[in-house]
């Protein structure tokens, strides 16, 4: 975007100019075109590097060279479907099935340790074998996590909310997901979950002082893990070392660095890779960054790059424009876990950080991540319709051809009013229902009346107390399940002040 300082014309003011994009992102909609555009764009790139990268290795096995990338495009056909229908739910309906949808995602992670019920390759237990695809849990229960905290912290805070308030039950769930993930083993995608639960907290507003020691703790936990087993140790042996088996656990680290060189500024040419001839394992999957760098050099990496910096731009632009705390802290949270995901992808291709196995989002084959990760563009998609501009315009018809293909519903305007509303009736009842359960025990008192009085004083004085604990539990538990949140955002600024 580029401006201009205002010049004077005779006894006028001219007004500053802004570029095309300036003026494209000043529209209502913005948001929304700028987060379906990116999820293509980074679709249709994966598409085409996976056909590119696996074609001589799925020629190999089964004498097609498009087994592998059939498979990428049923997946991608499959994510778009998720990313429609999460573009039609409401957002009283998805926080409404947050918790429902969070359980049985944990039940899922169970599941999949059965031997019988969950699929082993290569010593882990983490895939549900459906036949045509595998569906993986803990890619589910990424998208599960987000949502379901971000409403428990939208739903449970107030304005004197303690730490306590944000951490339980957040981080007990947290812990017991990444404890079951853990598990199957699958360390890269313990490390997403920690990212998650890591922004909810640091977005839910949690001080500063409380935030560094679960930091701390969390990597403290990461590192013992990574030490823990032979496979991860040999991985962190072979960061610091890389030039003690370049042969054995530091050839596919090395290899990604010959690939990465050997593209240049201009690449090879799509399709002209030389390390897909098996040169580099899993070219397709963890290291398809490598492949990009080779095909289409410095250019192509900073393609990818420029993408997801835009995501970052779009998600954070949903989140600070957005008037819903629910949604603010969904997109900011979601942005965050995806764009960290693909920052550790490309830290460790291009030899900055330990290879962890994490893979590029919506570029990387493999699974169900794909599926999932649509499912979660299409999630923050949706919110960018929320912003309040973007709902007047819906509203007044404004809506353009895209949503209109799509019979995209309006969405509903967020309301303080409302939700104040419905803070209120909360209150009520919760006293009310305070009010019967103390009913009966201040008719079975005695009077007292002969001791002066002070027996039944301090009775009545009890039976208070234990109707303020009971009102306060009552709506504590009633507003965790409410639509309306009940707290005013803090701002950003007051995030690391401790109470």
Known sequence: MTTATPRRAGNQTQRPRIGWFGAWLAR????????????????VLGLVMVL?????????????????FIQQAVLAVFGAVLFYIALRVPMRVMRRLSFPVFALSVVLLVLVLIPGIGSEVQGSRRWFDLGVVSVQPSEVVKVTLVVWGSHLLASRQTEKAGYKDILMPLVPAGLLVCFLVVLEPNLSTTIALGIVLTSLL????LPLRMFVTIAVSG???AAILALSAGYRSDRMRAFFSPGDDPQGIGYQARQAMYSLADGGIWGRGLGQSRA?????????????????????????????????A??????????TRSVDPFIRLLTASATTWITCQALINVGYVVGLLPVTGLQLPLV??????????????????????????AVAALHAGQDGRFSRLLRLPKPELYSP????????????????????????????????????????SARRSIDSDSARRSSRSTESWRSTRAWEPNYPMKHARERGNSR
């Open 52 to 68: 590119s990268a696996s074609s001589v290795e799925s020629y190999a096995d089964g004498g097609s060279a498009y087994r592998l």
């Open 417 to 456: 009013a409302r939700a104040q509303a419905s803070r209120a009736r909360t209150k009520a009842k919760a006293k009310a229902k305070a009010k019967v359960k103390s009913a009966p025990q201040r008719r079975a008192l005695p009077s007292g009346r002969s001791r002066g009085g002070s027996e039944s």
């Open 364 to 389: 990387s084959a493999g699974g169900s991540s794909l599926a999932i990760t649509l499912l979660m563009f299409g999630i923050i998609a949706n919110a960018a319709r929320h912003e309040p501009e």
């Open 219 to 221: 990597g403290v936990a």
């Open 276 to 308: 897909k001839w098996s040169y580099l394992p899993n070219a397709h999957n963890d290291f398809i960054f490598a492949i990009i760098g080779e095909e289409l050099g410095f250019l192509g990496c900073a393609l990818v790059l420029g993408l997801f």
């Open 310 to 319: 835009l995501f970052v731009y779009a998600g954070l632009r949903i989140a």
């Open 202 to 205: 640091w977005f839910g507003g």
């Open 28 to 43: 209502p909609l913005a948001s929304f075109h700028l987060v379906v555009a990116i999820a293509v764009l980074l679709t």
